[in-house]
Every structure is written in structure tokens, then in C-alpha cells.
């Protein structure tokens, strides 16, 4: 199961969406996620670091609308 997330504010860098994402994420859940799916087009070198950050899998996929992450668990 994901959470989704919607943010297109463009002041905002896409490290900095996920983090928003991933902490309402666990406020809601009670748990931190393990993916982060987003549109196959987003510019990668802004969310390199999120990995490494975070421990989080960001997965780049075709059928995530642009703007919009996918939070979740695998399985």
C-alpha cells in the first residue's frame, strides 16, 4: 500500500518534497517508508541524496503523474 503525495510548488527542490512526504508519512503510519516512486522525468540529481539520506529506494516509473509520490512499504 502507498501514500500518496502531491506538491508542485516550484521553489522547492524534490529532496525536499519527499522529506515532507516521508514525514507526514510517518506521522500518519507510525513507521518510516522504504520506496519513493516518482515520474520516470524527474531531474535524478535532485534526489540523489534522498537515498543516502534517508535509506529510502527512490524508483523512477512511467505510470507516476509528474508531482505526485508514491510513499510506501514493498509488499
Avoid at 502531491?6 to 524534490?14: A, E, L, S
Avoid at 534517508?54 to 514493498?74: D, S
Wanted: aromatic fraction near 14%; hydrophobic fraction near 30%.
Amino acid at each position: 500500500m502507498y501514500f500518496v503525495w502531491y506538491d508542485d510548488n516550484p521553489k522547492k527542490t524534490i529532496s525536499a518534497k519527499i522529506d515532507d512526504a516521508v514525514l507526514r508519512y510517518k506521522q500518519k503510519y507510525g513507521k518510516s517508508p522504504k520506496i519513493c516512486m516518482l515520474n520516470e522525468k524527474t531531474e535524478s540529481a535532485d534526489y540523489a541524496s534522498v537515498s543516502t539520506s534517508t535509506k529510502l529506494e527512490v524508483l523512477p516509473t512511467k505510470h507516476v503523474r509528474q508531482n505526485y509520490f508514491w510513499i510506501g512499504m514493498e509488499g
